[in-house]
């Protein structure tokens, strides 16, 4: 499990944005942010699944800009970024520099 915070900018529909640090925590799979920062930024639950509120919002990570899966968390819980978000922008979470890295991957041919 990784866990140390990293800044993520959150762009809501209409162009409005915040960067919040949050934390990286690999046990996680979606991103998750305060729902009343979610709200602010103009993000709509798209569903709700069990005790979780679903939704997309646009974010920024290391220079690239890519929508991604988000819960809507209790306004006391820090802002979290889970694997999917990690796999979404082809990172991984360097636990002992506590920094985010491009993941590598090798070109996989089949015969």
Do not use: N, Y
């Not at 800044?7 to 209409?14: D, F, K, R, V």
């Amino acid at each position: 499990m990784g866990t140390f915070f990293h800044p993520i900018t959150l762009i809501g529909p209409q162009g409005q944005q915040r960067t919040v640090g949050a934390l990286v925590d690999t046990s996680k799979l979606f991103a998750s942010f305060p729902a009343s920062l979610l709200v602010d930024l103009g993000v709509t639950e798209l569903e709700r699944r069990a005790d979780a509120s679903l939704g997309h919002i646009e974010a920024e990570l290391e220079g690239h800009r890519l929508t991604i899966m988000c819960v809507f968390e209790a306004d006391d819980e820090p802002a979290r970024i889970g694997r999917h978000t990690l796999d979404t922008f082809l990172l991984e979470a360097d636990l002992e520099g506590e920094r985010l890295e491009p993941k590598t991957f090798r070109l996989v041919q089949h015969f």
